[in-house]
């Protein structure tokens, strides 16, 4: 039986971060992986979707090329070197983390593990996982009736991560009914593609396939698409996908999807009932936590109803010597959350300190526009007592992004009326995800409107679009008219 200091089950952006800070510590440290270095954001979330949205962003600027005085020829997309483009992306990047894990002294097992007890683990073979065309990747179960591997640890860390959710929809079975990973498994661009939900994962999906030349109608069961965003981002989404040819169906739920003349009939229902053949249906409606066959029950951790394991602020489980980081704690779906939650169990378990604040979380969705929030939505922030003040910029107001060539979009600062506290950050435009760490370290440095336009900011750039906004709240705008007295 291998001994560790700790075992970190599932070595994603939370494990393989935890892994390497409690080995920097000093401690004896093992990752149990049964895929590869990285977990679903190197290989199936984050990098490989980022990769393909950027190969459909310089398509885009091709097509338009004559907008900047350059002449091009006849252009088309090649989605297999698009594909293999993502594969070498995502190979170097996985390849990298695992060169970090030898060099930090990680022990890495391959395999699957299964608890025995609180703090020892059985680990069996997996078999292949191969990616058909509906997905999912985790079909594939261990294999053997015995274990390859019996470890143990004074402290574990779960962290295994999240897959997708499929609808219990009639229909969803069906070939060429898929989830976010199955899309992996796509040979070719769809003609049609119909979209089940409006949140990060679909419209990010129904952005990519729409820009390389798919009809995509996109279904969204609430108000606006990206509802977990600012009311105000959501609707300028909606306008942008219209615009850019893309159906978008809000308010609308699906009831079913069948075969009929040689296409997925998706029943869509709602204020304006109606049927819309796809060629391929995509679900983008949320994920689940991976916790199938750990056999938490034999380590006594408990979870909630929806099979989420419950942590303190040191990320402990309700088992001592048990940590549960990422995807599997429900906190917040995001790989830079499980990262910070990694480096917050691990320095704990080696006796630091470290702590993360859930109120000053980013978020990103790499659509185009994209968009990116932090903190407080207006809406949020007037139901929490707050009275507000409101600064929204365009970046078409500003010289850098004129001259991009991309002005679409807008920043909308949400701060304290009496003191002018940032109460959160909502952008979408260019460089969204870039522009967003300036939200967040004000939030995270309590700082206020008069600091972020009193701070100066380079020009031409998009970063002053903080500065701008900041000053419109304030009541005191440059760059942009003031508002009519009344």
């Known amino acids: 039986m291998q001994e560790f200091d700790l075992l970190v089950v ?11 800070r409690a080995a920097q510590r000093g401690l004896s440290v093992g990752v149990v992986e049964k895929e590869k270095a990285g977990g679903v954001c190197l290989n199936w979330g984050c990098i490989p979707t980022k990769a393909m949205l950027r190969s459909a962003e310089v398509y885009e600027t091709v097509l338009h090329a004559a907008d900047f005085g350059i002449n091009v020829g006849d252009v088309s997309v090649d989605y297999d070197a698009i594909s293999r483009r993502k594969d070498d992306v995502v190979k170097g990047l996985t ?12 022990t890495v ?15 069996y073979a997996t078999g292949e996982s191969p990616l058909g065309a509906g997905g999912p990747r985790y079909a594939a179960e261990p294999t053997g009736a015995e274990p390859i591997e019996q470890v143990s640890a004074r402290d574990v860390i779960i962290a295994t991560g999240s897959v997708p959710v499929q609808l219990p929809l009639p229909g969803a079975d069906l070939p060429g009914v898929i989830t976010s990973d199955g899309a992996f498994g796509l040979q070719e661009v769809p003609k049609r593609l119909t979209v089940i939900g409006g949140s990060a994962v679909g419209a990010e999906w129904a952005s990519l396939f729409n820009t ?7 279904v969204e069961m609430l108000d606006t698409l990206v509802p977990a965003e600012d009311a105000e981002i959501g609707k300028a989404l909606g306008r942008s996908f219209g615009k850019s040819g893309i159906k978008v169906l809000t308010g609308a739920t699906v009831s079913g999807i069948e075969q009929a003349d040689g296409a997925l009939r998706v029943a869509v229902d709602g204020a304006k009932p109606q049927q819309v053949d796809a060629d391929v249906v995509l679900f983008g409606v949320g994920r689940k936590p991976n916790t199938a066959q750990l056999d938490l029950e034999r380590a006594g951790v408990s979870t909630d109803q929806r099979g ?41 378990i080696a006796g630091h300190h470290a702590r993360i604040d859930y109120g000053v979380i980013p978020a990103a969705t790499f659509t185009h526009p994209e968009i990116a929030s932090v903190g407080l939505t207006e809406a949020q922030a007037k139901e929490a007592g707050h009275e507000v003040v409101v600064g929204k910029m365009p970046f078409a107001a500003l010289g850098r992004a004129k001259s991009y060539g991309d002005t679409e979009g ?35 440095l309590e700082a206020t409107l008069d600091e972020l336009a009193e701070t100066i900011h380079a020009h031409p750039t998009l970063g002053e679009i903080g500065m701008e906004a900041a000053m419109v709240a304030l009541g005191l705008p440059i760059h942009v008219a003031p508002p009519k007295k009344r």
């Open 212 to 218: 390389l030349g798919s009809e995509v109608t996109i």
């Open 410 to 444: 807008f920043m909308k600062v949400v701060a304290g009326a009496k003191y002018g506290e940032v109460l959160g950050v909502h952008i979408i435009g260019p460089s969204a995800s870039d522009l967003i760490t300036e939200g967040s370290l004000a939030m995270a």
């Open 95 to 106: 390849d990298g983390v695992a060169g970090l894990l030898k060099a930090n002294g990680v």
């Open 10 to 20: 599932g070595g994603g952006p939370g494990g393989y971060v935890a892994a390497i």
């Open 308 to 348: 989420f394991i419950g942590v303190d602020e040191a990320l402990r489980t309700d088992v001592e010597h048990v940590y549960a980081i990422g995807d599997v704690t429900g906190k917040a779906l995001l790989a830079h959350v499980a990262s910070h939650q990694g480096v917050v169990a691990a320095e704990t």
């Open 109 to 123: 097992i391959n395999g699957h593990a299964r608890f025995t007890g609180p703090t020892t683990l059985d680990v």
